[in-house]
């Protein structure tokens, strides 16, 4: 019996002093210490041994028991040590390392443009109001009085997802959401991703941005809309810019114009950038449709209002002179860092 604790207790000092990980330690304890440990069956075997020698040998197990113990508590305590040193030596900060370079990002040119659209147009107390960009073509098309028939339907220029689906091909679409709530008066700009059927080259992209302007309200004119355009474009492109307004024809108003801004390059006089006219076109505007009003379940009789499309890589274009709209798509950092 004294042979064999000692054996145990020889295994056991041994197990514990080459253990070089904690799950090593505790295997061992529940080996020997457990309940169907090593020890534990030398006192399950005590019955078998002679009254006289219990007290002894219960002595001796008890002994060899606490000495185990100590010595794994010891080596448990070793081991942790060792173990945090470790992890504390792979976790060290290197202080003469160069530091990680923090990328911060630069805002597009497209985005400084629109928010600089929409300071102008909440300064005159517009609200910025948000559309889908996936339509119907009630919503795209009909409701903006453009007929079946209309080249701008064909599947050459827009993108249509299935027969009731497509890609809104302008931001006008906003405009009808809007007025179909029926809250009046309205004076709202809606900035936002348009698409288009179109091969990518210098002024053309399938998908581009506008920023759809719109006011309703009793006794609107056609004055309301020269100041309200003239003043965007001062405060675009500043005090000295002139404007101009071209006859055009746009489906959803009427009358409909283009707006031209004097060159701010040559103040008119004529020159590469404007090309020789003095003139720069920006955007396409008139008086909203008393169709478009009244499919919107508003009295064309009671209520006047007109419209503004402007194309905000067009002016963002314009701003910074940039020559190729592919260059605003590209995301180069090197050039877009410029601006
Ligand atoms: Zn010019």
């Avoid at 020997?32 to 019955?47: A, D, F, P």
């Avoid at 629109?114 to 909440?122: A, C, G, L, N, W």
């Avoid at 064909?154 to 809104?168: C, G, H, K, P, S």
């Amino acid at each position: 019996m004294k042979d064999k604790l000692e054996k145990i207790k020889n295994d056991a000092l041994a197990a514990i002093n080459s253990a070089d990980k904690l799950e090593t330690l505790n295997e061992t304890r529940v080996n020997i210490l457990g309940k169907k440990g090593e020890l534990t069956q030398v006192l399950k075997g005590m019955k078998d041994v002679s009254p006289e020698d219990r007290p002894k040998i219960g002595q001796l197990v008890n002994d060899t028991r606490a000495e185990i113990e100590r010595v794994l508590e010891e080596a448990t305590v070793k081991l942790e040590r060792v173990i945090r040193e470790a992890q504390m030596k792979s976790e060290v900060i290197d202080v003469t390392l160069p530091a990680k370079k923090n990328a911060v990002g630069h805002r597009h040119p497209n985005q400084i443009t629109q928010e600089e659209v929409e300071r102008i147009f909440v300064g005159m107390g517009y609200e910025v109001v948000e559309g889908p960009e996936i339509e119907t073509d009630y919503y795209n098309f009909e409701a903006l009085n453009i007929p079946a028939d209309h080249p701008a339907k064909d599947e050459q220029d827009t993108f249509y997802i299935n027969d009731t689906y497509l890609l809104r091909t302008q931001t006008s679409g906003t405009q009808v959401h809007v007025m179909e709530q029926g809250k009046l008066p309205i004076r709202m700009i809606a900035p936002g991703r348009v698409f288009r059927s179109d091969e990518v080259d210098a002024t053309h992209s399938p998908s581009f941005h506008q920023i759809e302007g719109l006011v309703i309200d009793k006794h609107i004119t056609f004055a309301d809309l020269k100041g309200t355009l003239a003043e965007f474009a001062k405060e675009l492109y500043g005090e000295d810019i002139r404007v101009r307004f071209r006859p055009h024809h746009f489906n959803f108003t009427e009358p409909s114009a283009e707006m031209d801004v004097s060159c701010f390059k040559c103040g008119g006089s004529g020159c590469r950038f404007c090309k020789g006219t003095g003139w720069i076109e920006i955007l396409g505007c008139g008086m909203v449709h008393p169709n478009v009003l009244r499919m919107s379940g508003i009295d064309p009789e009671e209520y006047s209002g007109f419209a503004f499309g402007v194309g905000l890589e067009r002016i963002a274009l314009l701003k910074y002179e940039i020559d190729d709209m592919r260059l605003l798509y590209e995301n180069d950092e090197r050039f877009l860092k410029q601006f």
